[in-house]
């Protein structure tokens, strides 16, 4: 429901914009490496997921 954006207290629009913050993402260590990953991802580094290979990951 629109309301007059005066009407709005800071304390309001702060309780309201709380949930738009950016979450910060979990990471794991990954068994093959041992370097940062996403969980439930591959790897990034070596393209492992669940002690297999299921990235092709070249080596530059
Ligand atoms: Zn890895």
Excluded: D
């Excluded at 910060?24 to 393209?47: E, N």
Aim: with cysteine; hydrophobic share 25%; glycine share 10%.
């Amino acid at each position: 429901m629109a309301v007059p954006k005066r009407k709005v207290s800071k304390s309001r629009i702060g309780q309201r914009k709380h949930s738009h913050r950016v979450h910060v993402r979990r990471g794991t260590t990954c068994p093959q490496c041992g370097g940062l990953r996403l969980s439930h991802r591959a790897c990034p580094a070596c393209g492992f997921y669940n002690g297999r290979q299921v990235l092709t990951v070249e080596s530059a």
